[in-house]
């Protein structure tokens, strides 16, 4: 039976609920479980493939969202990649957008053998923020397609990213797309689960300035207690943020490209793609618009697009100014703020440097659009 507060409305007040006589800073590092072990469920047809595929097995977290919408197709129509669930959390839109929007994306790609599942419907313990204004009120650019046919598994998001992991230890890498909360929920609540996950590859922060403020990513702005949690978990990252995805700029020959293919996620991302750039050039932008999530999918399908370094990746939490930012040490020793005079607590001492995410410092655009474009329009020439 699931727990009274797995239900969508309360993630934020039944977790301040679990965290209550707890600081910030002990919430967002220490463990504790908020739910019991979910009870086996019977094994999906996605899981069933899992065990006779060497693709990686992947769970996605996402937002859907233009660019998640083709994240979404990248995955489901690549090879490499074995996608156990799908998982949705509010970010991008509203969860009562952004849910139908992950299920429509599955029938799209006649995947409906893949459980997706709702999540968070709020930051932990923020108000929400949304992102309309760059993805229309639907999240596809205004694109109106059929409502989903399917409907999402009964577990809460949290609740199937432990119960998957779980049942492939050490084999299982989480893909986030959007704010963290969801991973955050599932990292709190089953203290083995860090352990458990292979790693995390994420569409989130920047070491080279925000675009929501001039410190923070969206998706860490949106939920950076959730982001504190999850870079703090000790599982190893990836993190593919705006250093990397703002060089990635859909323009019109890909669309082009899309428009000439029949399938359906080819007239589903053409559409998109084409409602999108319109939107752009009616608020007079002159590039195009940004395929930050698909980037970061592609880390897994073909790390050579990328060019990675290591680095420490903290969030700031506290600032009125910083919060989300994501603050990276390329070396130690690593300092925080001096302590203020008359303050009670000592200087924190230096610490050991001890890189835990590797971070998209570069990327072959080129190679990055082929691969998408390819994918989706089912083109097999160029996916060498």
Known sequence: MKPDWFQRTPDRRMFLKATTGSAIAAMVHGPSRAFAAPDRLPRTEASHR????????????????VDDAFALMLAMRSPELNVLAITAVAGN????????????????????????????????????????????ENGLGGVKLPPPKITAVKEHAAELICRIVLEHPGEVTLIGLGPLTNLALALRSEPGLAKAIKSIVLMGGSLSGGNVTPAAEFNFYVDPEAASIVF????PITMVGLDVTRKVELTEPYILQLEAATNKPSRAAAGIARAIMASYRGHGEKGGPTLHDPLAVSALIRPDILTFESY?????TNGLITAGESVGWKRGPIRYAAAFENSPGATPSDETFTANTQVAVDVRPDAFFRLLVDRITGNTQNNG
């Not at 899992?50 to 969202?65: C, L, R, Y």
């Open 232 to 235: 703090n978990s000790e599982v």
């Open 93 to 136: 839109l509203p969860l009562e957008i952004t849910l139908p929007n992950a299920l429509r994306m599955v029938e799209i790609c006649d995947r409906t053998d893949i459980p997706v599942a709702s999540g968070a419907a709020a930051p932990l313990i923020r108000r929400q923020v949304t992102a309309s204004y760059a993805h229309g």
């Open 312 to 316: 420490r990746v903290q969030i700031e």
């Open 50 to 65: 899992a065990e006779t595929t060497t693709a990686a097995k992947v769970i996605i977290d996402t937002d859907p969202g």
